[in-house]
């Protein structure tokens, strides 16, 4: 039996080498470039520490390194394994990432 997760996609955004993403995602967000997702911290106890958050759906983000991270789970959707609802925001990030005037790019994996 396929396990849901097997149709998952992420995300992989990156700045400038010398910039931090996590911080540039959240100046970003402040400025209102991410079309209202915010970067906000995740809460959950073990996981990853930021997410990006938008209406009750929130993002999660893994930082590989200084100027790069990907998506990894969405919420509530995840919990639920609901591959295609959380392939929807997973989209929606990368398109927003890749409307920044270039401050951040993003592709899909």
Known sequence: MKNWADDLICAHVDCDAEQDIIETLRDLGN???LAGWRLE???IPGGFPWCLSKGGI???LV??????????????SDPNEDAASSNIYIKQVHEIFNNTNGVVSSNLG
């Open 41 to 43: 911290p995740l809460n």
């Open 31 to 33: 400025q209102g470039l």
């Open 58 to 60: 929130q993002v999660a």
């Open 63 to 76: 930082q590989t390194r200084k100027n790069i991270a990907m998506t990894s789970n969405v919420f509530p």
